[in-house]
Structure formats: C-alpha cells, structure tokens
C-alpha cells in the first residue's frame, strides 16, 4: 500500500519560512519523480517544483528562487523549503510520486497540508 504523509505546514507571516515533508512508503521511492503541487480553492492543482533521484530539480517559475525541493532517498523523504513567504503562497499543498511505465503510470498523491501566509 503507497502511503504518501505529508507534515509540516501551518500558518506563517509574509516573509517567514517552513518547511514541508513528505514521508513516502509502499513504493520504491528512487525511481519515482517526486514533487510538489498546490491548490488553492476554485483553482486547478499547480506544480510547485520535483526532484529525481539523480537530483536533478525543476521549479514554477514562480517559486525559483524562493523554494526549494530536496530528497533524502535513506529516509524515502521529500522536503520543500518555502522562503520568503508571500500572502499568494496561501494553498493546500501536495506530495506527488510519479512513475511513468511502459503499460501505465504510476501516480500517488498525500492527503495535503494546508500553508498559510497572513499577517
């Protein structure tokens, strides 16, 4: 059974930063693209950023620069570090395992933490 538990957000001011994680089990976490998504109520879910095994990173544009996506693969977690927080960063946030497979794709999402940037 894949479990994808994310943890991690919370409420911060504008300019503040956290840290999410997320713990990855069931699945063989080095050959799946890990990532970040965000949703915001009345909107689609939007890519924040992924990350290989070989480290290779991708980011929105929106969030180079201030985010950051890591992986520690000994412990089958993802992190983003969120920096200089902004009121628009307000979303729901999601952990992504993604697979794509000769006959199908393999795609796991976490229930979701909720960041919230306001003074």
């Known amino acids: 059974q894949v479990q994808l538990v994310e943890s991690g957000g919370g409420l911060v001011q504008p300019g503040g930063s956290l840290r999410l994680s997320c713990a990855a089990s069931?699945?063989?976490?080095?050959?799946?693209?890990m990532g970040w998504y965000r949703q915001t109520p009345g909107k689609e879910r939007e890519l924040v950023a992924t990350?290989?095994?070989?480290?290779?990173?991708t980011y929105a544009g929106a969030m180079k620069g201030r985010f950051t996506i890591s992986s520690d693969n000994a412990k089958n977690t993802v992190y983003l570090q969120m920096n200089s927080l902004e009121p628009k960063d307000t979303a729901v946030y999601y952990c992504n395992a993604y697979r794509l497979r000769a006959v199908r794709v393999d795609d796991y999402w976490g229930q979701g933490t909720q960041v919230t940037v306001s003074s």
């Open positions: 069931g699945i063989m976490f080095s050959i799946y693209r």
């Open positions: 990350i290989v095994a070989d480290g290779t990173t």
